[in-house]
């Protein structure tokens, strides 16, 4: 089965740029979304199709994907921000989503 | 104004087979480009994908559950239902429906997600 694989964690201060990647076997070959999921709460989607933002979502965050890593980036990151990132594609060979570890973005 | 609400019980016991149901509004179940899933987090774990089914009631299974769940709809009452048999402590999480969009074949990604049910598997 298809595997993701993120950093347990991710600190950085206010204001500067996080970068939260998401690797996998060809990812770049896939479409990746992210999800910001706060304490207690559902995921929200931030970047689908690997760079797209839904309506809403801060310019702030960005997506990138290639080769075998995927990321995300969050610029100018505010305190609001702090929560797990989940990255997540669709495994088409057999229909399945596949969501990595998931990321804890601190901000110091 | 898309929403989903999951709705079950809080607590099962071991080998009890649970029954949750996401009831939404706000957008029709009626093409295979527009899918409803279910996703756990077991607590202070990884999101798990589990099932999702779509307007043309294709249904598909997570590989290491498909011998346990079924996931169904009823499109007059605009719900999805999902059943999880042979309960056990390690499925306690919360469960998680949420809409799915299909884009051309190439991805699927989840856009509206429901608030949420705790389960706690427990004798």
């Known amino acids: 089965s298809y595997v993701l694989t993120q950093p347990p964690s991710v600190s950085v201060a206010p204001g500067q740029t996080a970068r939260i990647t998401c690797g996998g076997n060809?990812?770049?070959?896939?479409?990746v979304c992210w999800y910001q999921q706060k304490p207690g709460q559902a995921p929200v989607l931030v970047v689908y199709?690997?760079?797209d933002r839904p309506s809403g979502i801060p310019e702030r965050f960005s997506g990138f994907n290639s080769g075998n890593t995927a990321t995300l980036t969050i610029s100018r990151v505010e305190g609001g921000d702090e929560a797990e990132y989940h990255c997540?594609?669709?495994?088409?060979?057999?229909?399945?989503?596949?969501f990595g570890g998931g990321t804890k973005l601190t901000v110091l | 104004q898309v929403t989903l609400k999951e709705s079950g019980p809080a607590l099962v016991k071991p080998t009890q087979t649970l029954t949750l149901t996401c009831t939404f509004s706000?957008?029709?179940?009626?093409?295979?480009?527009?899918?409803v899933g279910w996703v756990r987090q077991p607590p202070g774990k990884a999101l798990e994908w589990l099932a999702r089914?779509?307007?043309?009631?294709?249904?598909f299974y997570s590989t290491s559950l498909t011998t346990r769940l079924t996931i169904s709809k009823d499109t007059s009452k605009d719900q999805v239902v999902l059943t999880m048999t042979r309960m056990d402590p390690v499925d306690t999480a919360t469960y998680f429906c949420?809409?799915?969009?299909?884009?051309?074949?190439?991805?699927?990604?989840?856009?509206?997600w429901g608030q949420g049910a705790a389960v706690i598997v427990s004798s």
């Open positions: 949420a809409r799915m969009i299909g884009v051309a074949a190439i991805t699927y990604y989840f856009d509206h």
């Open positions: 706000g957008f029709s179940l009626s093409s295979s480009a527009m899918s």
């Open positions: 089914i779509d307007g043309h009631d294709d249904t």
């Open positions: 060809n990812i770049g070959t896939k479409s």
């Open positions: 199709d690997d760079s």
């Open positions: 997540q594609v669709w495994d088409r060979s057999v229909d399945h989503v596949v």
